[in-house]
């Protein structure tokens, strides 16, 4: 493994001798988990070593596969993600600097070549990229949350950059695809649907009697890692008598392009009386 002093900080490039265990990329990527909102500075890079090229990076899409190294008992939830290769599409010198960001979704380039709103990141050169078994540093993010890993390449002839959606599910996992259904319709049910970019949520209770005097139904929507976190306003349905026979619900919305979460879970309890009878459902379902 071969340490690197890059802009002031550490990075490791692993190479193909070394043991390339989730802990050492985990080590690794955390070293450098810097939590900066403000803007970073991408940097320019020296000129070209002579006889090298003199080309304007351009990035070929990199593939980026990320794993769970969550750890409850810190009540630490953090996804890991490695970026296979880093490539370009005509060669450039060993000077160009190729950094890594990873944000949420509002984590954007800026014409001034900064990076703003990005929970971490690296820079290395091409030259270290390409020696022999060397790999670009991991990248830590929080998991269950809808990421960007953001790549750019600088030198002094141009930039190019590559934008990737990523994210790692800890609490998501399992959860269902758009359109969802949790519990039975033909009793109690709450469902999620996707329309335009609003994700519907209702929660439904069909009830074949008319002799009810009271009844109740609600629908949660909540944030995971915290569930007592809601997504969206609580939403309730009540009705005294009469009540007929038929399907009565609750309803929620969010839209989805403002929200950083993969999933969701929706709850929901209902109950008539009298005779009391009550139902709890809960699930998770996946926001695209």
């Not at 970073?40 to 070593?49: F, I, L």
């Not at 820079?123 to 390409?130: D, I, K, M």
């Not at 996992?173 to 049910?189: F, M």
């Amino acid at each position: 493994m071969k340490i690197l002093p890059v802009l002031g900080i550490f990075f490791v490039l692993y190479c193909s001798g070394d043991a390339k265990s989730i802990a050492e990329l985990t080590a690794a990527a955390k070293a450098v988990l810097d939590g900066v909102a403000a803007p970073v500075p991408v940097p320019p890079g020296e000129p070209a070593p002579p006889g090298q090229p003199e080309n304007a990076p351009d990035l070929q899409e990199s593939t980026i596969t990320s794993f769970d190294i969550s750890d409850p008992n810190e009540h630490s939830y953090l996804g890991l993600f490695s970026i296979q290769a880093i490539n370009f599409n005509l060669p450039v010198h060993d000077n160009t600097t190729v950094s890594a960001f990873i944000g949420g979704q509002s984590m954007k380039l800026m014409p001034d070549n900064t990076v703003v709103n990005s929970f971490s990141h690296w820079t290395v050169t091409a030259g270290q990229l390409s020696q022999l078994g060397a790999n670009p540093p991991a990248i830590v993010g929080p998991s269950d949350r809808k990421l960007k890993v953001l790549i750019v390449a600088r030198n002094e002839f141009g930039i190019s950059s590559k934008v990737k959606q990523v994210g790692q599910t800890h609490f998501c996992t399992g959860a269902a695809t758009l359109p969802a259904t949790v519990g039975d319709c033909g009793n109690v049910c709450g469902t999620a649907t996707l329309n335009g970019d609003t994700v519907e949520f209702k929660t439904q209770k069909t009830i074949a009697q008319d002799d009810f005097e009271y009844l109740y139904l609600d629908i949660s929507v909540a944030q995971p890692i915290s569930f007592s976190i809601p997504a969206v306003p609580f939403s309730f349905f009540e009705k005294f008598a009469p009540i007929g026979s038929g399907t009565y619900e609750a309803s929620a919305s969010l839209n989805r392009t403002s929200f950083d979460y993969m999933c969701v879970e929706i709850s929901s309890y209902s109950y008539t009386d009298p005779p009391f009878a009550d139902d709890f459902i809960r699930g998770k379902v996946i926001i695209p």
